[in-house]
């Protein structure tokens, strides 16, 4: 920070020893000694500022010539403080390569590939809800009279209606066991994208 006035930087470094639990009146009688020749000899208060150097040097220049020691807070906050450096330089950053990718899939993969997946599986599922539906009915429908004597029973008997709704109604059902592991394996796939952007954009793994 820069200092214009001699308030200003005076206020600072009586905090600033304040705050290390260090005697200030010395030090306060020297920086004043040093204002009142430097604007003897021409200079601005700010530039008298400047030439001290900040509060924390002068702080740390006194420690060093006088032997003293920091106070038990001040060592913990200094700690601290190198602590919380130290865990920001170790944290994962984002990768630039990373999100390029994830960028271009989006654009040309995943934007068409993921809607069509939908689709598909959607689809899958009406296919094997009609085809349990109306094997069931064409079931159902063999054992009405009157409704049972179509073309088609006319021609191959009155149990291929039966046999056939069965059939189909088996298919359904076939269908319908893999319905479970298609709805999870689309929501696999939009997990697996979801935390592959989660590394791309925040260098962190996902925790889902």
């Not at 200094?78 to 602590?83: A, E, P, Q, T």
Request: glycine fraction near 8%; hydrophobic fraction near 50%; charged fraction near 15%.
């Amino acid at each position: 920070m820069i200092y214009s006035t001699k308030a200003e930087f005076m206020s600072a470094l009586t905090d600033r020893f304040r705050q290390m639990s260090l005697p200030a009146d010395e030090i306060i009688e020297d920086i004043e000694q040093h204002f009142s020749e430097g604007l003897e000899n021409g200079l601005t208060e700010q530039e008298i500022c400047e030439k001290l150097g900040s509060p924390e040097e002068i702080a740390e220049a006194y420690i060093q010539d006088n032997g003293c020691e920091l106070p038990p807070p001040v060592i913990n906050a200094v700690n601290d403080c190198g602590n919380i450096m130290a865990n920001r330089e170790a944290a994962p950053k984002a990768s630039a390569g990373l999100i390029t990718a994830a960028l271009c899939l989006d654009i040309f993969v995943y934007s068409w590939a993921i809607p069509t997946l939908l689709v598909l599986v959607i689809a899958y599922i009406a296919v094997a809800f009609a085809l349990v539906v109306s094997g069931a009915v064409s079931m159902v429908i063999a054992f009405i009279p009157g409704v049972s004597e179509s073309l088609t029973n006319l021609m191959f008997g009155s149990l291929f209606g039966l046999f056939s709704g069965m059939a189909v109604l088996g298919l359904g059902g076939i269908m319908s066991v893999f319905v479970t592991n298609i709805v999870k394996g689309y929501m696999g796939i939009i997990k697996s994208i979801a935390r592959f952007h989660v590394k791309a954009f925040t260098g962190r793994k996902a925790g889902f």
